[in-house]
């Protein structure tokens, strides 16, 4: 069965430092999205992105975060300078279409552990 | 500011029972519903979705939507011990694609 996949699987780093965290999507899907969920909190989205450019994204997603598809599989998510409050689980999500019935299907997710 | 809001729980129901989940969510125009289930650690999982008024089943789950009262529910018929999670509601606004999700209610189903 088509899963959505995410690396690395808990990534530990130090305030300050960049993070790169990268998705394959299903490969027939045509819309990506990272959300992330803090420790105990909700499932909080950031941003979509069809088409190669971002289509929607909160007011979480700042300037310190970016996504870019390098190529035809993968999609990342970038953090420029990690914060603490960064730390939380983030989950790449993928969706055959994004409208109506279209469903989320989410990778396992990567741990971010920032100290 | 859109919301999607649940009783965060826990919700605790004897094995074989029916466990109700309930939630509400604020913008009118939200077409599309789904529930997922997390399990402590993992991520969220696709239990089914909903977009028109009334009552969608598949299996033991039920999920019902009341778009006049902005109101979505789960009901999960003869829960087992294996369906001890959390249960996420999330909704699709009218504009975008995103997900809004709630809080999730947590049922523990005890044998």
């Known amino acids: 069965e088509p899963e959505v996949t995410q690396t690395p699987s808990h990534q530990v780093t130090q305030m300050g430092q960049e993070v790169i965290l990268r998705c394959v999507p299903i490969?027939?899907?045509?819309?990506f999205y990272w959300y992330r969920q803090i420790l105990g909190q909700k499932v909080e989205f950031l941003v979509s992105?069809?088409?190669?450019?971002?289509?929607?994204k909160s007011e979480i997603f700042d300037d310190q975060f970016s996504v870019e598809r390098p190529d035809g599989s993968n999609f990342t998510l970038k953090i420029r300078s990690t914060k603490l409050e960064d730390s939380a689980m983030y989950f790449c999500?993928?969706?055959?279409?994004?409208?109506?019935?279209?469903?989320?299907?989410f990778g396992e997710g990567s741990r971010l552990t920032v100290l | 500011q859109k919301e999607v809001e649940q009783n965060s729980g826990p919700l605790s129901v004897p094995e074989g029972a029916i466990a109700s989940l309930n939630c509400t969510y604020s913008?009118?125009?939200?077409?599309?519903f789904f529930w997922y289930r997390q399990y402590s650690g993992k991520s969220p999982e696709l239990i089914m979705f909903?977009?028109?008024?009334g009552d969608k089943e598949d299996g033991r789950f039920t999920a019902q939507l009341n778009k006049a009262s902005q109101y979505v529910s789960l009901l999960i018929r003869d829960s087992q011990p294996s369906d001890s999670a959390t249960y996420l509601c999330a909704a699709r606004p009218q504009a975008g694609t995103a997900l809004i999700f709630g809080k999730g209610t947590t049922l523990s189903v005890s044998s």
């Open positions: 999500a993928s969706s055959e279409q994004g409208i109506n019935t279209g469903e989320l299907f």
């Open positions: 909903i977009y028109s008024n």
């Open positions: 992105f069809y088409n190669n450019e971002i289509s929607e």
């Open positions: 913008d009118r125009g939200s077409q599309s």
């Open positions: 490969s027939n899907h045509l819309y």
